[in-house]
């Protein structure tokens, strides 16, 4: 059965997760290193990598940012513009016209209004719908491939235009709990971590006749690549304070972000400011919540637990009423778009369900767990 952090509604769970003798998971522990933090002695760390980023510039372009036009980019792109004085390189990686939200498509245009250079990588949308469509059925994670392809651009682009300096915003290890990640410091090393990147195996992307120069945007450059360029990645939000869903939210709502209006019930998603280009990750929420027992809420209302004070019983209602939901509509549209019935669609996620953490009641699967 599932046991929660002690401060937070986190689960043991999650993959690559461990909780300490008290029962407490890493993102609140880290949640109390903040609290003490000097951010002035960060910023000066800061420095140090200002000055590598300007001593480094051989494009023009002092680093390089990947950006979906979200909350985060957008803060983390206008920090580095207004507050380091750095000229970056933004890189965003569409999605299929048929995938991309026009409030997506508004976000990174405002992105870009706000006066940055930014290239953007679309796929082939033939390839891109058939992995797609095999990450779901292999995995039951249809983002598998486009995860992938989505980490790989920014080094790539990096390799090819002589920028050594890339900028990514979260640290899992500090935001998530993730241990495959470095969680004592800013710097990402190779970026090879969590469940995306790890082990680095495309063979299964190679189906249906698709050739391997078809997926050069879903190969991450190789180790004897990114050592050749010097490639430095850097995570900002260690550098940030109040670096949460919400605040990031706030931050770049007030600099023309559009955010969800849906219903909670629809989205799974209580604050509506994540993953904004497009909607089936909410369905891929659901899965996870399947999978694994916990989905976006969870993640919602532990973060707010730990740095606004919400209450364990309120958390847990918002979990109970809306982790792991998803609309009709969502799994219908996704459906045509990878071109299988729905009863294919619950045939494939039943057979991913934890049955150890849920039970069918009257056709629709039901926790066996309490959230304490």
């Keep these: 059965m599932i046991r929660f952090c002690k401060k937070c509604l986190q689960p043991d769970t999650r993959p690559n997760i461990s909780f300490d003798q008290f029962g407490v998971c890493p993102p609140c522990n880290y949640s109390e290193v903040v609290k003490n933090i000097n951010w002035e002695e960060r910023r000066y760390l800061l420095g140090d990598i200002v000055d590598f980023?300007?001593?480094?510039?051989?494009?023009?372009?002092?680093?390089?940012?990947?950006?979906?036009?979200?909350?985060?980019?957008?803060?983390?792109?206008?920090?580095?513009?207004?507050?380091?004085?750095?000229?970056?390189?933004?890189?965003?990686?569409?999605?299929?016209?048929?995938?991309?939200?026009?409030?997506?498509?508004?976000n990174i245009s405002n992105m870009i209004d706000h006066g940055f250079d930014t290239i953007t990588i679309g796929p082939s949308p033939l390839i891109w719908k058939k992995l797609m469509r095999e990450g779901f059925i292999k995995y039951g994670n249809w983002a598998k491939s486009t995860e992938l392809s989505?980490?790989?651009?920014?080094?790539?682009?990096?390799?090819?235009?002589?920028?050594p300096l890339i900028l990514w915003g979260e640290n899992p290890a500090l935001t998530l709990g993730e241990q495959g990640?470095?969680?004592?410091?800013?710097?990402?090393?190779?970026?090879?971590?969590?469940?995306?990147?790890?082990?680095?195996k495309f063979d299964w992307l190679l189906i249906d006749d698709i050739k391997s120069n078809e997926i050069l945007q879903y190969r991450y450059p190789s180790d004897e690549e990114m050592e050749k360029a010097g490639l430095r990645i850097i995570y900002l939000g260690y550098f940030m304070n109040n670096w949460t869903k919400l605040d990031n939210g706030v931050f770049a709502?007030?600099?023309?972000?559009?955010?969800?209006?849906?219903?909670?019930?629809?989205?799974?998603?209580?604050?509506g400011v994540d993953s904004l280009d497009e909607d089936w990750v909410v369905l891929n929420q659901m899965i996870k919540y399947y999978k694994f027992g916990f989905g976006k809420v969870t993640e919602i209302v532990s973060e707010e637990m730990r740095y606004r004070g919400m209450s364990r019983s309120e958390a847990i209602e918002l979990v109970k009423r809306y982790d792991g939901t998803c609309s009709d509509a969502n799994i219908e549209s996704f459906c045509d778009f990878i071109e299988i019935s729905k009863e294919y669609f619950w045939q494939i996620v039943d057979g991913f369900v934890n049955k150890d953490l849920f039970e069918?009641?009257?056709?629709?699967?039901?926790?066996?767990?309490?959230?304490?």
């Excluded at 990640?181 to 970026?191: I, L, R």
């Design 181 to 200: 990640s470095k969680s004592d410091t800013y710097e990402g090393g190779q970026m090879k971590h969590g469940n995306t990147l790890a082990g680095g």
């Design 360 to 372: 069918k009641v009257n056709g629709k699967w039901r926790p066996k767990f309490e959230i304490q």
């Design 150 to 163: 989505l980490f790989s651009s920014v080094p790539r682009l990096a390799v090819a235009y002589q920028i």
């Design 53 to 106: 980023a300007k001593k480094s510039n051989h494009s023009g372009y002092d680093c390089i940012i990947g950006v979906s036009g979200g909350k985060d980019s957008t803060r983390q792109a206008i920090f580095v513009k207004e507050e380091l004085k750095l000229n970056p390189l933004l890189v965003s990686l569409n999605y299929p016209p048929e995938q991309m939200t026009h409030r997506g498509a508004h």
């Design 253 to 271: 709502a007030l600099r023309g972000l559009r955010i969800r209006s849906d219903h909670p019930s629809d989205i799974g998603d209580i604050i």
